[in-house]
């Protein structure tokens, strides 16, 4: 233990993998070569009470500093595109420890016991992509995990060709997956999942304590919080692309970025991930993959509940997924209390713009300057062309009505539709950038990216469709 780190800073605890040692062994981080800052989020940092010293520079990326107690990587297995994969794990992520309920992870530290071969690195391409996606999704109000830093090294990484090895700072008050779950049951360790069940009730979901099934209560909550989630990407046109059951965070939050993306010309069958060749994980196949792997987690609840009870829980999808579809999609058209037939006018509204080939976000943002009593609005410039707009629209105004303060339903408009989304080339330019040692255009995204509903002229240049460069960018789980 280095004393000097545990006296200098002081609120670091050792967390689940030391609660419970048989969730993960414990790994010393292998140093990246000349650590560096690459990306930092300054309101993270405050929450942590962390500062972007050397001390925790070094802590952070495996150079010497350490804490009073090993980092620990932890277990689980998972479906993967389907099938079951018996053992994952952290291949390349050590847990460090708590600080103030957050659990601190760093991901491209270096192989460990479930590396399967891989080198247990990130590049940084993947380090800054994961950066700016957590990020971006919280400050959209989407559920994630957070990033606290990027940091660069020197240390060779090898994909396609030779890029540099790089660490995301990963930050949530848990990491477990619906996987940690599955790995317990099917390793026949029933006392260690139940173990695992009930320490996750207690640090993570203590209202459920007064219920009368604790544990199912506990999994309609997950199925509750992973429905809002994926409603939310629905909402928004993100497309996570590797949906399977390990990257499934127990909180419900958006978990492992891989090749995610933002839409940009809007299509229900977008597939963002290069290596999904059947679209199994296609924008549109969200929602159903969502409950999918939920029906994954059910199946280790099935020692303590029956299946009745499971499938009571489970039937808390869908309306939970409409019901936060409707409040999300409401509120960026404008719909007044929306209803479930609401969704039809919703859905009509975005197969025109699939129709037309138009900018998901883009299409939407012009809700925040629009005229609803008026016939000739930005919408009508981009969908007019499309047959059955101009019936849409009649619908649409029925269904609004003449707001009694304009200005007032426009500026609502305004806080639910993004003026700014994380689009890949936006994430490529910074990319570059920091690989050629300038790390400023990724600060200057990120700085945007923290108030996406506020179209300050300074950042407009970050604005645009997408130029059609980037429509040859692929994205796979190389990174
Ligand atoms: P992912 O596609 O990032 O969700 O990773 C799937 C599994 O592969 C997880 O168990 C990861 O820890 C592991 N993994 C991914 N990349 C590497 C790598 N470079 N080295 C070791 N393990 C890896
Ligand atoms: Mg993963």
Same mark, same amino acid.
């Given at each position: 233990?280095?004393?000097?780190?545990?006296?200098?800073?002081?609120?670091?605890?050792?967390?689940?993998?030391?609660?419970?040692?048989?969730?993960?062994?414990?790994?010393?981080?292998?140093?990246?070569?000349?650590?560096?800052?690459?990306?930092?989020?300054?309101?993270?940092?405050?929450?942590?009470?962390?500062?972007?010293?050397?001390?925790?520079?070094?802590?952070?990326?495996?150079?010497?500093?350490?804490?009073?107690?090993?980092?620990?990587?932890?277990?689980?297995?998972?479906?993967?595109?389907?099938?079951?994969?018996?053992?994952?794990?952290?291949?390349?992520?050590?847990?460090?420890?708590?600080?103030?309920?957050?659990?601190?992870?760093?991901?491209?530290?270096?192989?460990?016991?479930?590396?399967?071969?891989?080198?247990?690195?990130?590049?940084? #391409?993947?380090?800054?992509?994961?950066? =700016? *996606?957590?990020? /971006?999704?919280?400050?959209?109000?989407? $559920?994630? @995990?957070? +990033?606290?830093?990027?940091?660069?090294?020197?240390?060779?990484?090898?994909?396609?060709?030779?890029?540099?090895?790089?660490?995301?700072?990963?930050?949530?008050?848990?990491?477990?997956?619906?996987?940690?779950?599955?790995?317990?049951?099917?390793?026949?360790?029933?006392?260690?999942?139940?173990?695992?069940?009930?320490?996750?009730?207690?640090?993570?979901?203590?209202?459920? #304590?007064?219920?009368?099934?604790?544990? =199912? *209560?506990?999994? /309609?909550?997950?199925?509750?919080?992973? $429905?809002? @989630?994926? +409603?939310?990407?629905?909402?928004?046109?993100?497309?996570?692309?590797?949906?399977?059951?390990?990257?499934?965070?127990?909180?419900?939050?958006?978990?492992?970025?891989?090749?995610?993306?933002?839409?940009?010309?809007?299509?229900?069958?977008?597939?963002?991930?290069?290596?999904?060749?059947?679209?199994?994980?296609?924008?549109?196949?969200?929602?159903?993959?969502?409950?999918?792997?939920?029906?994954?987690?059910?199946?280790?609840?099935?020692?303590?509940?029956?299946?009745?009870?499971?499938?009571?829980?489970? +039937?808390?999808?869908?309306?939970?997924?409409?019901?936060?579809?409707?409040?999300?999609?409401?509120?960026?058209?404008?719909?007044?209390?929306?209803?479930?037939?609401?969704?039809?006018?919703?859905?009509?509204?975005?197969?025109?713009?699939?129709?037309?080939?138009?900018?998901?976000?883009?299409?939407?943002?012009?809700?925040?300057?629009?005229?609803?009593?008026?016939?000739?609005?930005?919408?009508?410039?981009?969908?007019?062309?499309?047959?059955?707009?101009?019936?849409?629209?009649?619908?649409?105004?029925?269904?609004?009505?003449?707001?009694?303060?304009?200005?007032?339903?426009?500026?609502?408009?305004?806080?639910?539709?993004?003026?700014?989304?994380?689009?890949?080339?936006?994430?490529?330019?910074?990319?570059?950038?920091?690989?050629?040692?300038?790390?400023?255009?990724?600060?200057?995204?990120?700085?945007?990216?923290?108030?996406?509903?506020?179209?300050?002229?300074?950042?407009?240049?970050?604005?645009?469709?997408?130029?059609?460069?980037?429509?040859?960018?692929?994205?796979?789980?190389?990174?």
């Amino acid at each position: 233990m280095d004393k000097t780190v545990k006296d200098k800073a002081p609120g670091w605890q050792a967390g689940i993998g030391h609660r419970l040692p048989w969730l993960g062994s414990e790994v010393a981080p292998v140093a990246l070569n000349s650590p560096r800052w690459v990306g930092w989020s300054d309101a993270l940092a405050k929450r942590l009470e962390l500062t972007p010293d050397d001390t925790t520079l070094a802590l952070l990326s495996g150079n010497g500093a350490s804490l009073p107690w090993s980092p620990v990587a932890q277990v689980y297995s998972g479906h993967q595109f389907g099938g079951y994969t018996p053992r994952l794990g952290d291949g390349r992520g050590l847990h460090l420890g708590e600080r103030h309920g957050l659990e601190v992870f760093l991901k491209g530290s270096g192989p460990t016991p479930y590396s399967r071969g891989g080198d247990g690195r990130a590049v940084l #391409r993947s380090a800054i992509r994961e950066f =700016l *996606a957590s990020e /971006a999704l919280h400050h959209l109000g989407i $559920a994630t @995990t957070r +990033a606290l830093a990027v940091i660069g090294s020197e240390t060779p990484v090898w994909r396609e060709t030779q890029e540099t090895g790089a660490i995301t700072v990963r930050v949530s008050p848990s990491h477990l997956r619906f996987g940690h779950f599955e790995y317990f049951l099917y390793t026949r360790q029933q006392d260690r999942l139940e173990a695992l069940i009930e320490d996750t009730i207690d640090h993570h979901f203590p209202q459920v #304590r007064g219920e009368s099934e604790p544990r =199912l *209560a506990w999994l /309609a909550q997950v199925v509750e919080r992973t $429905a809002e @989630t994926v +409603a939310d990407w629905q909402a928004f046109g993100f497309c996570h692309g590797v949906l399977n059951s390990d990257n499934m965070s127990i909180l419900g939050e958006t978990f492992d970025y891989g090749p995610f993306a933002f839409m940009n010309t809007f299509n229900p069958g977008y597939v963002c991930n290069h290596s999904d060749h059947e679209g199994r994980y296609a924008f549109h196949q969200q929602p159903g993959i969502g409950l999918w792997n939920l029906n994954r987690l059910a199946v280790p609840l099935t020692p303590w509940l029956d299946e009745a009870q499971l499938k009571s829980a489970l +039937a808390q999808y869908e309306p939970a997924l409409i019901r936060r579809y409707l409040s999300r999609m409401g509120a960026r058209l404008g719909l007044e209390a929306p209803e479930e037939r609401d969704l039809t006018l919703i859905g009509d509204l975005l197969n025109l713009m699939a129709a037309a080939q138009v900018d998901y976000s883009n299409t939407l943002r012009h809700f925040a300057g629009l005229d609803p009593t008026s016939h000739d609005t930005p919408l009508h410039a981009l969908l007019s062309g499309q047959e059955g707009f101009a019936s849409w629209w009649q619908r649409y105004q029925a269904r609004v009505g003449a707001p009694a303060d304009l200005a007032q339903w426009q500026a609502q408009r305004a806080q639910a539709n993004p003026a700014l989304i994380l689009r890949t080339h936006l994430a490529q330019q910074t990319i570059e950038a920091a690989e050629a040692g300038d790390n400023e255009p990724l600060a200057r995204l990120h700085r945007a990216l923290c108030r996406p509903y506020d179209p300050e002229p300074q950042y407009d240049d970050l604005r645009g469709d997408a130029p059609s460069w980037s429509q040859q960018l692929t994205l796979s789980c190389s990174s």
